[in-house]
């Protein structure tokens, strides 16, 4: 069994211990203590060395916590140092977490369904269908507020503990981590001691999720790290449209309207082209007949043979990653037919679409 240094003391960094157990040719090693937090509860593991060797995981195996090694250990005393800078963001985050799911609890009666921790955020699923903006926001604020009051965060183990905001399923001593006048929660995890170490709470993205509505949110040095980017992207933004970055969604918004006029300019551009070009062809045309080849037929493509069949009794096929056949009234001529002979698709006397694998056969039928 190993005792698990960071239930009682999450500000241990460097301990001794001896190894239980040295498997895997040296890699996985079992310690009677440690103070390295195995991924659990939502919550990464933490790097260090172990031995001198370097720790690139921590699995919780029940009763003992196996570490797991870049390079082999042999079995004896060893020293084990966690990485700090790791440890203390995730500490941060995980005490922001306690303090977020209680204040949701306080105000809207929310509860958490679940949480998870990452190397770059948090989420917490709420069991609400939805969470308003303003509802956000007053949470945001109630954070930051209790994270400025600086409140004691403090561990204890209690046999019945009562006023837990979750029910734990566990049994016997429950590890009891509370926010002084806040929140009472059995957890297994790392956290400050105080509220104003976790620095600042951030909500991000709100989303519906199996019914509930997850949450994500950053605190501390991950939370001006992050805001620091956003500040960049939106400068880089900003600097891409010559306006200041409070100008940027409405500089886009203008953006998108203005691509929208000149696509519907394009549009009429392109069929009106195609009017032009049609009744050329048709004029140049022997017999009436043209075949067009084209990377691929489109709106443009039914317009051109619309317009050449318009100049007089004439017939005009487009092949490029499908066929157009249009035809005007020329009885020898049914382009439905023809397409569904000689490939496939259909369509009426006049107009037809589809495919035509060797259009050889269908050209020389149509004399063309
Ligand atoms: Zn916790």
């Known amino acids: 069994m190993t005792e698990r240094l960071y239930y009682s003391d999450c500000y241990l960094t460097q301990f001794e211990a001896t190894t239980q157990s040295v498997s895997g040719e040296g890699l996985r090693v079992v310690l009677d203590r440690s103070a390295f ?50 440890r203390f963001v995730f500490m941060q985050q995980h005490t922001g977490q ?3 799911s209680a204040v949701f609890h306080e105000l809207f009666g929310f509860a958490t369904a679940s949480v998870h921790l990452g190397e770059a ?35 204890a183990f209690e046999e019945n503990p009562e006023g837990l905001r979750k029910a734990s399923e566990r049994t016997g001593p429950l590890r009891i981590v509370s926010i002084a006048g806040l929140d009472k929660s059995a957890c297994g995890g790392t956290h400050v001691k105080q509220t104003g170490e976790i620095g600042a709470l951030l909500l991000r993205r709100a989303e519906k999720i199996r019914g509930n509505t997850r949450v994500e949110f950053v605190c501390g040095s991950m939370a001006v790290r992050r805001a620091r980017m956003d500040f960049e992207l939106l400068t ?26 000149a696509q519907k300019i394009v549009k ?26 084209l990377d691929a037929v489109d709106d443009a493509t039914r317009a051109l043979a619309q317009a050449f069949v318009g100049c007089g009794k004439g017939v005009f096929l487009a092949t490029g990653g499908g066929a157009v056949l249009v ?42």
């Open 268 to 293: 009429s551009l392109t069929l009106e082209l195609a009017g032009y070009k049609g009744r050329a062809l048709f004029a140049a045309a022997a017999g009436g007949r043209h075949w067009e080849k």
């Open 98 to 100: 306690h303090l977020l």
């Open 236 to 261: 880089a933004a900003g600097r891409a449209f010559s306006r200041p970055l409070e100008e940027v969604p409405a500089a886009v918004g203008a953006l998108q309207e203005a691509a929208k006029d």
């Open 37 to 86: 937090y195995p991924t659990a509860g939502g919550q990464l593991f933490d790097t260090g060395t172990l031995g001198g060797a370097r720790v690139v995981d921590v699995v919780d195996d029940g009763d003992v916590v196996t570490h797991v090694l870049a390079t082999p250990i042999a079995a004896g005393m060893v020293r084990g140092e966690i990485d700090w800078a790791r």
């Open 327 to 368: 035809a005007s009234s020329d009885p020898a001529v049914h382009c439905g037919n023809l397409l569904k002979q000689f490939g496939r698709g259909g369509g009426t006397a006049a107009l037809a679409q589809g495919s035509v694998a060797d259009i050889g056969p269908l050209a020389a039928a149509l004399g063309i």
């Open 121 to 155: 955020g948090g989420t917490v699923e709420l069991a609400a269908g939805a969470v308003s903006e303003t509802q956000l926001r007053e949470a945001e604020a109630r954070a930051n507020a209790v994270i400025v009051e600086n409140r004691a965060v403090g561990i």
